[in-house]
């Protein structure tokens, strides 16, 4: 078996074969050549020794489950990938060890169980160019502490897709998504609190919030649609439905402190900001950053608002929603 292998220097590598290294225990680590346009099915699977990896820029196509149950892989580096639209399905599935992934911008399908069972996922970040999560995508991941990672531009949600994901304390479903397929949110037992900012209700697939109690949890949506969700099934399921208003209401923590400079938003937390994220109260997403520091400086010029909602985690799993206001003088 091999522990360590450098391709870099391997400038007529256009691809790495079905299975090439998979159940390869003792590989810890892996360079590869910027000329390498492919990795086919399990290429990686199983090589329960590696921790990281770095993708370089030329790959546009992947098979399915190439890194599939690398259960020491802690951080892959996908955003040099600029022209790779489809994340295939199992590719990092079982790989429970999994805290950080950089997707690539240019993303458009995140696909069925690309994450499935990372039990160690709190947060990832999802390029707003994303479309579509296909069934089970990111089902078991149960150390997601919330459900808010969708920006605009998500239309679809596929079965189980966030099947049992226990952590999560609330869920923000965008006003792209238009259908959401069976038992999506299946199992989500501490999400107490669901915004819908869609207008009319997403169109729902059988059971898509069973297991969850849901009569106990509270959905706040726009103030003129309160009515249309209290008339639609599962949707009128939720013991409570608000006007969107309820988000002042959201908590509040000394952990993160925030100040306008003019334009410029001030945002300073007690620990390193893993995931930054600033929405306009209609839940678009404005700016999405994972800083790694205490302090981060968003320009607001060239947003048309001045309410906004910021969610801040920070690296000791704490998350934090504010409502805020930008007053210029």
């Known amino acids: 078996t091999l522990g360590r292998i450098d391709l870099s220097n391997c400038s007529d590598l256009a691809y790495i074969g079905v299975r090439a290294f998979a159940q390869n225990t003792q590989l810890s680590s892996i360079k590869l050549p910027a000329c390498l346009t492919a990795i086919r099915d399990a290429a990686f699977a199983g090589c329960g020794a590696l921790e990281s990896v770095i993708l370089p820029a030329g790959i546009v196509d992947m098979g ?74 990111f089902a078991g991941c149960c150390a997601m502490k919330v459900l808010d990672f969708m920006p605009e531009g998500v239309e679809t949600i596929g079965r189980y897709a966030f099947y049992h994901n226990t952590s999560a304390s609330y869920t923000v479903i965008p006003r792209t998504v238009s259908y959401i397929d069976d038992h999506a949110f299946d199992g989500c037992i501490s999400s107490d609190i669901f915004y819908s ?29 309160v009515p249309i969700y209290k008339s639609t099934a599962q949707w009128n399921d939720f013991g409570t439905i608000n006007a969107a208003t309820a988000v002042e209401n959201v908590d509040k923590s000394d952990d993160v402190k925030v100040v306008f400079e003019n334009y410029n938003l001030k945002v300073v937390a007690s620990q390193e900001i893993e995931d930054i994220r600033l929405f306009d109260v209609s839940g678009m997403a404005l700016y999405m950053a994972q800083p790694r520091t205490q302090e981060v400086v968003i320009d607001t010029q060239a947003y048309a608002h001045n309410i906004y909602i910021l969610q801040v985690a920070t690296v000791d799993g704490k998350q934090t929603i504010l409502k805020i206001a930008r007053v210029i003088r």
């Open 64 to 137: 399915e489950g190439v890194f599939a149950a690398c259960t020491q892989l802690k951080s892959v580096d996908m955003s040099q990938c600029r022209n790779m639209e489809e994340l295939p399905a199992w590719t990092f599935s079982a790989c429970s060890n999994l805290m950080y992934v950089e997707l690539p911008q240019s993303l458009e399908i995140i696909g069925e169980g690309a994450f499935g069972h990372c039990l160690s996922l709190q947060t990832i970040a999802l390029p707003a160019s994303v479309n579509r999560l296909h069934d089970f995508a």
């Open 197 to 225: 900012f869609r207008e009319l209700p997403a169109d729902l697939g059988e059971m898509v919030f069973a297991n969850m109690d849901v009569e106990k949890k509270t959905l706040n949506v726009e103030t003129a649609s």
